[in-house]
Each structure stands twice: as C-alpha cells, then as structure tokens.
C-alpha cells in the first residue's frame, strides 16, 4: 500500500475523532457569509462534504483545484429559498477544460432578500421593504500538477447593496487536490482528497463606518469510491476550521444505481440533509433537503455538459496533425520522387545522346528506383543496353572477331527481338564466319566460350554460343547436348522465379513477387505467360492498394469517434509520451527529420503500439534516406532505409528503395560504405 493510500485512510479514520469533540451545536449561516450555501445541490444533500467531491463546474463554490477533474463544457445553474419566499439564492457556474492547459471556471452566487423593515431610534417604521443583495463572483482555474496532485485558485469579487449603500471587496482561494486509483479487483477503486484555503485574502465589504471581512475558511476532505457491480458508493467527509467558528464535520453517502440514479444523505455538522439526483446523457438534475431551525429548506440545480470532451478534443487535434503532416509529407514526397524522377531521366537523355550507354543506363535504373513503371525510363533502359551490345559487337566484328561479334548481336536481339539491324549483322557474321576455313576452330572457339558462360549460371548467353556453333556445324553432339542443358536450366529458373512470385503473391509481397517475374523475363523476355502473370500481380497490388487506403480511412473514423483504449502505462507516463509524439510531429511537419526521428524513437523504444508511431518513424527514416540520396549519400541513405525495414518489415516501398539503392553501391564506382 502506498504513503499516499496510508494517509488517505488515516485522515479517513483518525479525524473525526480528532476533531468531533470539538464542534459545537449551532447552524453557522447566521454568522458567516451566506455563500457558504455553495452552488450545487448534490453536494448540499450530501452534507455539504465537497472538499473532495469533484462531480461538476460548482466544484468552485467549494475547492477550485477540483476543476481539474472535468472532462466537459458544463453549466450548472442552481436555486433555493433560505428563509422565506422573499429570500431567493441563486448561482450559476460554468466550466471549460482547455486542451493542454488546465480548467478556467466562473460562478456567479446572489442573494436577494426583500421585505426587511426599517427603523429610526424610536422604532418608528419608516420603510417595510428595505432590499439587501449580495453578489459573489469567481473566476477560477486549477491544472494538473502530477499524475496524482492538482492546484487550483479562485479570484472572487464580493459586491454588496443596501439601504443605497454599496461596497466591493476582493479575495483569493486556494486549493489541491490528490487522488489515488486502487489497482486490482478491489471494491474500492478510488481515493479522493482535498485541501482548500477559502479567503486567503479576505474580501471586505464596508457600509457604513464598520468595515466587516468574509473569514477565512480551512477545509480537508476525502472521499472514497466503492464499486459493487451496477452499484456506485461514494462516501465523502469534511473537516473545517472558520477562522471565528468553531469546527465542524461534515459527511455525506451517495448511493447510485448504473451512476444514473442516486440517493444521497448526510450530516453537515448536527443538520441532516438528503436528495436525490438522475442523469441522463449530459444532463443532471439534482435536489436536497434540509432541516433548518428557521424553516425547511429545498435546494435544486440542474447541469448541462455539453462538446468534446478533454479525451475527444486531444484525439481530435493529434488527428488533425496526423492529416496535416501525412498531407505535408506525402506532397514533399512526390514532389521529391518527382524531382529525382526528372533529374535522373534528364542526365539519363544527354548520356543516351552522347552515345554513353553505361552510364546512360545507371541513370535511367536510378529513375526507375522512385517509379518502377516509369514508360520512358523502362523503354530507355533496354534501348541503352541494346546499343551497348551493339556497339561491342561492331567493335569484335571490326577486329573479324565475328563470333564473338555474332553473340553481341544475338544478345542485341533478346533486348529487341526482329531487330533490323541486329537481325542483318547476325547475317553477316553468320556469312563471314561460313566463308572461313577455319569451322572447325570457330567452332571449338564458339564452344569454350559457350562452356564458360554455361559454368557462371549464365545460361541465356552460353544458349546463344551453342546454337551458333549448331549454326556451323549441325551434327555437333556437344554441342547439341548443352544447347539442351540450357533450355533445361533456364526452364527451371524460369519455373523458379514464377513459383516464387506467386508464393510472395500469396503473402501479399507484391513488389518481392514482381522482381521475381521481371527476373524471369530477363531469361524469357517476350514470354506470354510471365508478362500474363505480371500484369495479374500489378493488378492485384492496385486492388490490395485500394483495400488498404478504404480500411485505414475507415479505421480513422473509428478512432475519432471511439475513446481511447485504457493506458497500460501510468497517466504521467502517457502524457509524457504524448508531449514528445507531437513534438516529432511538429518537427517532422517542419522537415526538420533529425528531431523527428529522435522523438519518435524515443516514443517507439516505450511504446511501439503508442498512436501512429511505427508509421511516422518509418516514414521519416524513408524521406531523411531520400535527402542522403539526392546528396548521392548512398551508404548513408541505405543504412537509414535499413533501420525503417526494422520498424516496419513490410513495408514494400522501403523493401524497392533497398533493392535498388544495392544495385546503385554494386554499380557506382568509388562508393565506399556500409554494404551489409
């Protein structure tokens, strides 16, 4: 049990016996101010013993601090007769939490008594209906200090008239507030307490030549909620000190059935009081009854809660920003893909025309990193391969090197198949390689070749030396044996690489499913079938793209419109990750990733599953990967992408970036980095 719990039980215990004996008989409202009437009737029917009773916006009247524990907009208007139908008190409070900043209130309490006679010194009546009004105005507010202790003040204005006579005085309340949830199955779920200092600046009111001062007032209260299944019980008690009265003990016991219905009753000092209360939505009626010496007395009031409440409104708003920020950096993103995009086909076109075939077709592979279905970087790219070969091979056929020349082309052809112009210079190899008279040795030329690529797995082109030494000499049955061999071999990595895509298919891996078709065209270029199958899987993906969009559309409406699960971590905790969740957010709107990145992690590392932080950390490990990029930063840039797999494993576009960003290092000469 914690110091906190011990402490409430002790006061719970120990004080009335400390204090009881001490109290003396007596109804105090003739002798202090009448504001100590309050402002709400749930508290009257229950003795008065609010201290500790944080129920609704005329929490003001008793203890400013508890304005802390309201979740709603509400005002309260609340209405008796003291002493006879000429003496009317009124109050009417209203409360307004604040998102991030505490709970600001108002109350404004009057009392009009009428009919009072006067009198000169021979007690000749001069006036029978003499008017008395008193007005109190709060202006309160109270924040949450901890996760268990709140503050609040009062600031009150007294304002009184009489016989024409009127006069203003000025005061200040003070008051905590601390609470303690029972964990566990524990009948008692909760421990409220309270300390109020009420006219730690006394107002002071003078109307004629005696200045007369509202004392001060030191109350201390705990309340106790225990819970028996549709039965909610809350006992409260009060312990005051008037600075000029003696003490008094007040307690009160509210009884509700579902918390919509309640009995209520209570002793405020040696006056019984009861009541009763409903709610209904976000209404509450409440009424108290009292047993006065001077008459009977009936107490109403009726509040309205109405808006978001603090929960909603701070979901709402961390939704706000989540749009704003998906809405900022899903434009930065495109814009930057776009910018790369243009930037890279552009380099790309002048190498292309320069006749730079190499670098030419890193450019386009990088375009075809940020947009895999880019027409013109995918057509370019096989162009520039096209041309490399067929450059190489007019330089082997420049040099009579013609079968050497011959495989260039037939390589030529698989980029483009019917190409003219590869189509006649294989004719002519074909024809100049006829003519020699050296078949033979073309031929054991053509088959080493052939065997060589056929022992480094490269089989497309150890297929095209086969068949062009079939070419010279038909009945070469070593040939004849390996061209075999390399159908086979290609058949089963083509059967492979389809028997792959389609199990990621299945997993829902899409992009690992269609590089495994793309790698299957490379040894099938113009296959029917894996074109087929890709263009099923791309379809798929769309489809599965769209699925996705309408379930996380729909699971955000779902979100704004039910609370927020119950917190595994302490309130204080919850709140401390909040504060950094939006800071990152803040700093990731900015473009400011480093400081993104370090509050969502700091975030993820507690709490993986806390809001959208998964996402957003990934997303910023993905844009900072993309501004290494762009710096041609490509070891940095992967390793970032790396650690964004790690938060989010399947994330495909991250999963592309890795890919192709691996070729990028194989390929680049001179970058040096962290390959793993």
């Not at 650690?643 to 691996?662: C, F, M, T």
Request: proline share 3%; aromatic share 10%; with cysteine.
């Amino acid at each position: 049990m914690t110091s906190q719990r011990v402490l409430f039980l002790g006061i719970l215990v120990t004080a009335p016996l400390l204090f009881a004996p001490r109290a003396l008989a007596g109804d105090y409202y003739g002798t202090e101010s009448p504001f100590v009437v309050g402002a709400g009737a749930r508290a009257s029917a229950m003795g008065v013993a609010s201290t500790a009773l944080f129920s609704d916006a005329s929490v003001l009247a008793y203890n400013p601090a508890g304005l802390s524990f309201l979740e709603r907009d509400e005002f309260v208007f609340y209405r008796t007769v003291l002493f006879d139908s000429q003496s009317l008190y009124h109050a009417l409070s209203y409360a307004h939490p604040l998102v991030d900043f505490g709970t600001i209130g108002l109350s404004l309490l009057r009392l009009d008594v009428g009919g009072i006679e006067q009198r000169d010194g021979n007690n000749e009546l001069l006036s029978s209906d003499l008017k008395n009004a008193q007005t109190r105005l709060l202006f309160g507010y109270a924040t949450t200090l901890t996760q268990r202790l709140s503050a609040g003040f009062n600031l009150k204005v007294d304002h009184q008239s009489f016989a024409g006579k009127s006069d203003t005085g000025v005061g200040l309340d003070l008051g905590v507030t601390s609470t303690q949830r029972v964990p566990g199955n524990s009948i008692v779920k909760a421990f409220n307490g309270g300390l109020v200092i009420q006219n730690v600046l006394e107002p002071k009111i003078k109307l004629q030549d005696v200045e007369v001062a509202d004392p001060m007032r030191i109350a201390l209260g705990v309340s106790m909620l225990t819970v028996l299944r549709n039965v909610y019980l809350v006992t409260s008690v009060d312990f005051e000190h008037p600075r000029f009265s003696p003490f008094q003990v007040r307690v009160g016991q509210e009884v509700s059935y579902l918390n919509r219905y309640s009995i209520r009753g209570g002793m405020d000092h040696e006056t019984p009081t009861m009541g009763f209360g409903a709610r209904w939505k976000g209404i509450s009626f409440d009424y108290a009854y009292r047993s006065q010496d001077l008459d009977q007395n009936h107490r109403f009031s009726l509040a309205v809660r109405f808006g978001a409440s603090v929960s909603d409104r701070k979901l709402a708003t961390r939704t706000t920003l989540e749009r704003e920020v998906d809405t900022t950096i899903n434009s930065r993103m495109a814009d930057f893909e776009q910018r790369q995009i243009a930037r890279a086909i552009h380099e790309a076109d002048s190498l292309f025309a320069a006749e730079q075939y190499d670098p030419a077709l890193h450019r386009y592979e990088a375009a075809l990193l940020w947009d895999p279905e880019n027409e013109h970087a995918k057509l370019y790219s096989i162009k520039s391969r096209y041309w490399k070969v067929m450059r190489n091979g007019g330089e082997a056929f420049e040099k009579s090197d013609y079968v050497q020349a011959l495989l260039y082309y037939r390589r030529a052809l698989d980029y483009i198949p019917a190409d003219s112009a590869a189509v006649a210079m294989v004719e002519r190899c074909n024809q100049k390689i006829s003519a020699s008279q050296r078949a033979a040795e073309i031929t054991r030329q053509l088959l080493r070749q052939a065997i060589d690529l056929y022992d480094n797995r490269q089989y497309l082109e150890a297929l095209a030396g086969f068949e062009e030494a079939l070419n010279i000499d038909p009945t070469n049955e070593f040939a004849l044996e390996f061209r075999v061999r390399c159908v086979a071999n290609i058949d089963k990595l083509v059967k492979e690489h389809k028997r792959r895509a389609e199990r990621l298919t299945n997993q829902g891996d899409y992009g690992a499913a269609i590089g495994e078709l793309e790698n299957a065209l490379s040894y099938r270029p113009n296959d029917a079938t894996i074109l087929s199958q890709l263009e099923t899987i791309r379809s798929e993906r769309e489809e599965h793209e769209r699925e996705m969009e309408v379930l996380r559309q729909q699971q955000a409406q779902v979100v704004e419109t039910s609370p927020e699960p119950e917190p595994v971590l302490s309130l204080e905790d919850q709140k401390e990750l909040d504060r950094k969740y939006s800071e990152a957010m803040k700093s990731f709107k900015a473009g400011d990733f480093d400081d993104a990145i370090q509050g969502f992690q700091q975030v993820w590392t507690v709490n993986s599953e806390f809001h959208n932080v998964s996402e957003y950390l990934t997303k910023a490990y993905l844009f900072k990967g993309m501004r290494l990029y762009s710096r041609e930063q490509y070891a940095d840039a992967a390793r970032l992408w790396r650690q964004a797999l790690g938060i989010d494993p399947d994330n495909e576009k991250v999963k592309r970036y890795l890919a192709k960003i691996s070729e990028e290092l194989r390929k680049v000469p001179g970058v040096v980095g962290d390959q793993d």
